[in-house]
T-cell receptor, first 114, second 113 residues
Framework: KAGVTQTPRYLIKTRGQQVTLSCSPI?????VSWYQQTPGQGLQFLFE???????NKGNFPGRFSGRQFSNSRSEMNVSTLELGDSALYLC?????????????FGDGTRLSIL | GDSVTQMEGPVTLSEEAFLTINCTYT??????LFWYVQYPGEGLQLLLK?????DKGSNKGFEATYRKETTSFHLEKGSVQVSDSAVYFC????????????FGPGTRLSVLP
């Protein structure tokens, strides 16, 4: 079974630009979550989608948004990029939203803001 | 809200030493508990899980027991290898509707030959 695929792996942008990251979950998985990982803040939850609906949202500004498509693939968008948005963005999928279902992670997109 | 606390490290051990990484949690109800491992340049990989009190999760020589009375889920391995060098994350997901995963800050482990 193919794992979670995130594209692109690396991205370099400048301040003020916007960026879209893509995540393809494991086949059959309907829940997709996004996280931001930085050395200083650790792993921070951005949002979770299930069946095209946002179920949860972390404490991030409105510049961070996401969506999920009918095939469960998900995208996240960051507008008006700031230097502090430089991070590893991780996507994780699970079959559903039950507490006993682990999340499976992709290798992430490393975003660098110049 | 729910939270996870774990020793932040770094933890440095010699090969074949015994490993313990402490993890305690705060949560209502009966959360499921997980340990994940992250190798350099990669995402997190599920190491083991336990979904109810007194369950023991185990994988690749690692094990952890869900202790509800002490709200703990400590990770142990009897004999570590250099290849176990990585960052380890303790996590939980509550059993109430709408709860997302909560991760600890991660513990960096370095194993020296």
């Amino acid at each position: 079974k193919a794992g979670v695929t995130q594209t692109p792996r690396y991205l370099i942008k400048t301040r003020g630009q916007q960026v879209t990251l893509s995540c393809s979950p494991i086949s059959g998985h309907r829940s997709v979550s996004w996280y931001q990982q930085t050395p200083g803040q650790g792993l921070q939850f951005l949002f979770e989608y299930f069946s095209e609906t946002q179920r949860n949202k972390g404490n991030f500004p409105g510049r961070f948004s996401g969506r999920q498509f009918s095939n469960s693939r998900s995208e996240m968008n960051v507008s008006t990029l700031e230097l502090g948005d430089s991070a590893l963005y991780l996507c994780a999928s699970s079959p559903g939203t039950q507490s006993n279902q682990p999340q499976h992670f992709g290798d992430g997109t490393r975003l660098s803001i110049l | 809200g729910d939270s996870v606390t774990q020793m932040e490290g770094p933890v440095t051990l010699s090969e074949e030493a015994f490993l313990t990484i402490n993890c305690t949690y705060t949560a209502t109800g009966y959360p499921s508990l997980f340990w994940y491992v992250q190798y350099p340049g990669e995402g997190l990989q599920l190491l083991l899980k336990a979904t109810k009190a007194d369950d023991k999760g185990s994988n690749k020589g690692f094990e952890a027991t869900y202790r509800k009375e002490t709200t703990s889920f400590h990770l142990e391995k009897g004999s570590v290898q250099v290849s176990d060098s990585a960052v380890y994350f303790c996590a939980l997901r509550g059993d109430n509707y709408g709860q997302n995963f909560v991760f600890g800050p991660g513990t960096r482990l370095s194993v020296l030959p």
